[in-house]
């Protein structure tokens, strides 16, 4: 999978072992007005490459700057994905962040206690 480039946004997958999840390092700012017809094929391009290769994900948000809620909306579209695939998926933020400690805390009403979905703040 390629690093994404898209406006202020940059999603880097940094490199890793085959056995260790598939980490996407979010970075800049996400202001676009429908990130979602550039977001969602590619987080979902990934996710289908995470299942043929047996791996979790782990998208890191703490270097991302901004996003805005249409941001927010593409990343619970991708939490749906990995749930319906079966992908274990973590999401790590910055939660000295309050915007950050806002946006995805709320995400936790997503998780049904399968285990797929970690939502941490460090």
């Known amino acids: 999978m390629e690093t994404l480039e898209f406006g202020d946004l940059t999603i880097e997958v940094v490199p890793s072992a085959a056995i260790e ?5 979010w970075c800049g700012k996400s ?12 987080l979902g391009a990934l996710l289908q490459e995470a299942t043929a290769a047996g791996r979790s994900v782990e998208m890191r948000f703490e270097a991302l700057e901004h996003m805005n809620s ?9 939490v749906q994905k990995a749930r319906h695939l079966r992908v274990p998926l973590a999401i790590v933020f ?13 995400l936790r009403v997503l998780a ?11």
Do not use: H
């Not at 999840?21 to 390092?25: E, F, H, K, M």
């Not at 910055?94 to 709320?106: E, M, T, V």
């Open 21 to 25: 999840p598939i980490q996407l390092a």
């Open 112 to 122: 049904k206690g399968d285990g797929l979905l970690d939502i941490r703040g460090i």
């Open 70 to 78: 249409s941001t927010l909306t593409a990343i619970i579209g991708a």
């Open 94 to 106: 910055d939660r000295s962040l309050k915007w950050q400690k806002l946006g995805f805390d709320a």
């Open 31 to 42: 202001n676009d007005r429908q990130p979602g017809k550039v977001l969602d094929p590619y």
